[in-house]
């Protein structure tokens, strides 16, 4: 887990529902989160120039479901991940997760993320993840 040491929670939104053109129920989520640049994950990825390593935005996807699912989720499939542009700690140390989420059969959620700063998007994240 990367919460409390690689980044923190620093606010998050009640969660908005809204039913679509198809009828589908889709619930969003909006979690705001602030980077740990001292960390020591930076000193090897990369020395002198850190960047976020993208398996921590993956595992931080995971850890944002969770949360927004109030219970231990894990991922069963990941459709889409598009990295667009690096996230530097120090430069780009707060982050926006938007979550846009809805039931999938089985039980399953279907969600897509978005990570940003401000006009900045740093990666588009479709997939889906269980109840563990």
Known sequence: MLLKDFYTVTSRSEPKTEINSNGVS???????????????IYDGHFPGNPVVPGVCQIQMILEMISLAENKPMRMNKA????????????????????????EAENSAISANVT???????????KGIFSRS
Not at 26 to 40: D, R
Not at 80 to 98: A, E, Q, R, Y
Not at 115 to 125: D, M, P, Q, V, Y
């Open 26 to 40: 889709i619930t969003h989520h909006n979690f705001n989160l602030e980077l740990n640049p001292g960390h020591a």
């Open 79 to 102: 459709d889409t991940v598009k990295f667009l542009s690096l996230i530097i700690p120090g430069i780009n140390s707060s982050l926006t997760f938007d979550i846009a989420s809805r």
């Open 115 to 125: 990570i940003s700063a401000g006009e900045t998007i740093f990666l588009k994240f």
